[in-house]
């Protein structure tokens, strides 16, 4: 079996000492902004991305792929400890996890995350390796209209899943695309939107529009409502998981797994729905009901599984279709064009050792922090305690320098600042940031297959929707609009009968 | 990311959204700032079927739409729109702050969660609106000096700024924290990258 061998070769080169440094780095900076709230890979990987210009690509890949799995290693220890979700897929660990810290049973609770994080990013990054292969496959029969329409499926998906309302949502990614169509049009070199300012033409980075919404923005935001700190909970108990903790964690962590993976495989995913459906179902399942709500360790150990299956499960339609999911993995993308690579099926081909050995290390990432987050797990907790002033004053300092050292010019800080305020704006009006990320990074490659495809067609529309596959993904794209306020309206006219 | 918690969900009364109706406004003047400049954009001959202008016709189009529906909604109250949110996200953890709480857990115990600590008091004793000021003050001279002043410069007023405006309680920690910091960034970027920061003077 070829894929098998490919995978050895990428074990071989990605335990060169080298790569297993870049991905020590990847892995524990993303642990350590994962736990810190204010920062996530998102924005770090962002930070990070002027450092391709320096280093191969095969080893910043590899650092920011363990940016990636760290950040969700690193969330689940802030939520538990202060009930703060370091990340939007953390929030249900916050659910149990914070009242176990709070009785004590912290340890407990750190040790079943970091665990089932573990299992379910081995066992999901086993399916990625699997899974791959066999999408590359059917990806590469997919003409421009298909992957047109798989774009305008992720584009609704990610507007609907990862705003609290699907119209907040959908002005998120509006503004996100929008912000993707200034400078030259690369197919006719015509100037769009650049409003005569010359620094535009070159189209307004990736760096800055990420750094300005989530570091910039936030900061804004957090000192105009003040502070909202919880309290630092001091990890008591044993280290390790008692064997009745055990017994009731195993099987939410494979359950998670099987949620969490198929679910952020699909080029719709997000972490979120699967880390919820978890929850729901560890509820329902579990023998000791009367504990969920005050501390069930079920309820920490399926979604925290759940959580990271489905970041690895974003990898499949992100590394075998060049479709992001989520606001990290479109700044990976982003990384990768920088190299002049483009994720996708001919990837697999062309660049053959460099995805394998990143697929390779996605595995010793999982082990090295499994080693970070279960002895270590103190000094992580420990960054808790680092006081808000200055983590928010050094993350500015990180904010700009990121920026300024994209192309050295004081101009670039001004654009940050402006679209620093956009983020408070929008964090204020309740519109989630991680779909005009999407929408940024993808918009562009989505109106080059728009383009294509009706070149193929000599400006027929009906290419769009001239094969079952696309009018099924056209469909879906439309429901992932329309279902959830109507689901909303009817569940909530439901319960207000009822009462 | 990181979760803000901007709205309270429990009021009942139906109040006017502020911050949604600056944004439909805004997304009104982008809308049609992406239209006026699509008109004037011209294909040259040879591009094809779809020139570079239509993609920005249908998403000039989507701006104006979202910023009319965004507007109404925000006209009408945000709790109206709350009926429709997603119903397969659950609500955000809230912070009970202040004093502490006793309930009864799981195995019967009362258990009794202390309080958060008292935060020590902030060197500037100041209003959020002016912290906000302060803030964009710190932003706004760093990029107006780094060029002159040089990096290290430049950078120490920024953590000092941002860390006063977050409530540093003292003024020298986060002076010699910032120059310490900025030092360290400075050399790392030279030495260790050798990508160029301004120095003191400029070049």
Known sequence: MGGFEDLLAGFAAALTPANLLFALIGVTLGTAVGVLPGIGPALTVALLLPLTFKLEASSSLIM????????????STTSIMLNTPGESSSIIAALEGNKMARQGRGAAALATAALGSFVAGTLATLGLTFVAPFMVDVALSFGPPEYFALMVLAFTTVAAVLGRSVLRGLVGLAIGLALGLVGIDVQTGQARLSLGVPQLLDGIDVVIVVVGLFAVGEALVVLGQGLDRGTVMPVKGARWLSKADFRRSWKPWLRGTALGFPIGAL???GAEIPT??????EKRLTKHPEEFGNGAIEGVAGPEAANNAAAAGVLVPLLTLGLPTSATAAVILAAFQSYGLRPGPLLFTSDSALVWTLIASL?????LLLVLNLPLIGIWVRLLLIPPHYLYAGILVFATLGTYAVSGSAVDLFILYAVGLLGALLRLADVPVAPAVVGLILGPIAEQQLRRSLSISQGDVGILVSSPLTIGLFTLAVAAVVVPPVLGAVLSRRSRTTV | MTVSHTSERTAAAPRRDLPSLVLSALLLVMGITVLVDAAGVEAPPGAGAVGPAAFMWAIGGALVVLALVLGMVALRGRPDEELAANPLLPPPPHHEQGADTT?????????TEPAPAAEPRPFLRIRPAARV???MAGLLVHAAIISTAGYIVAAAVLFLCSSLAFGAPRLLPPVLIGTVLSVIIFYGFVLGLGLGLPYLGGG
């Open chain 2, 133 to 135: 000021a302060l803030l």
């Open chain 2, 103 to 111: 309930y009864e857990s799981a195995t019967g115990d009362l258990v």
């Open chain 1, 64 to 75: 920011f792929a363990g940016i990636y799995y760290g950040g969700m290693y690193g969330g």
């Open chain 1, 363 to 367: 595995y010793i990432g999982n082990v």
């Open chain 1, 267 to 269: 080029p719709a995913g």
């Open chain 1, 276 to 281: 919820f459906l978890s929850y729901a179902t």
